[in-house]
């Protein structure tokens, strides 16, 4: 079955720091892969998707992530966090074959260190 | 584009009561997903819409709880009975069907049972 795995419940970074989530994903084809952040009480924006092609993907607020296909992973970075992007974050995978809903991780909470 | 509009965003209901909440798309948008959302949880799929037809039911979805999509556009999600244990945030999404594409979230019903 498919899953997704972030294996890091709690982070917590300094502002101005780097930082990175991990994903892992187990999904038998090629997958579709989302990253969302979601503010307290709140709904899940789309930071930035993975269908195809170059394996680096860039989003909004100056995140990126990275593909690697050998690793079933899908980690999300940004070089340099600030206050305003302490949240949740989820990876997801939507399942293709099954009317593309998204199978979702436990999330990330990430809390900035001023 | 308003997004995805979800009314009420928070219900206090006592056990054994029914409730209802309600979901209204981006326009265009032909295929709407009901997630529910647990405390520290990602979202986890409950059931998805093409147009009117209801596509998919996940198991999480009791007899207790049905779904409508009447005209293809907004859609009704109603819990009869409520239990403690449905506590939960209910988030809405809906994305277009041609190939892969992203799920837009609205902001989400917290619903909690007392």
């Known amino acids: 079955a498919q899953s997704v795995t972030q294996p890091d419940i709690h982070i917590t970074v300094s502002e101005g720091a780097s930082l990175e989530l991990r994903c892992n994903y187990s999904?038998?084809?090629?997958?579709?892969l989302f990253w969302y952040v979601q503010s307290p009480g709140q709904g899940l924006q789309l930071l930035l998707k993975?269908?195809?092609?170059?394996?680096l993907v860039q989003g909004i607020k100056g995140f990126e992530a990275e593909f690697k296909r050998s690793q079933s992973s899908f980690n999300l970075r940004k070089p340099s966090v600030h206050w305003s992007d302490a949240a949740e974050y989820f990876c997801?995978?939507?399942?293709?074959?099954?009317?593309?809903?998204?199978?979702f991780g436990q999330g990330t909470e990430l809390s900035v260190k001023p | 584009d308003t997004g995805v509009s979800q009314d009420p965003r928070h219900k206090i209901t006592k056990r054994g009561q029914n409730v209802t909440f309600r979901c209204d798309p981006i326009?265009?948008?032909?295929?709407l997903y009901w997630y529910r959302q647990t405390l520290g949880q990602g979202p986890e799929f409950l059931t998805y819409?093409?147009?009117?037809?209801?596509?998919?039911k996940s198991r999480l979805l009791s007899d207790r709880f049905s779904a409508e999509r009447p005209k293809g556009s907004f859609s009704t999600l109603e819990i009869q009975r409520t239990e403690q244990g449905d506590s939960a945030m209910y988030l809405c999404?809906?994305?277009?069907?041609?190939?892969?594409?992203?799920?837009?979230f609205g902001q989400g019903t917290r619903l909690t049972v007392v």
């Open positions: 999404a809906s994305s277009t069907w041609t190939g892969i594409t992203e799920a837009f």
């Open positions: 999904y038998g084809a090629t997958p579709y």
């Open positions: 993975y269908f195809s092609g170059d394996t």
């Open positions: 997801a995978v939507v399942v293709y074959n099954q009317g593309g809903k998204l199978i």
């Open positions: 326009s265009e948008h032909n295929r």
């Open positions: 819409f093409q147009n009117e037809a209801q596509l998919e």
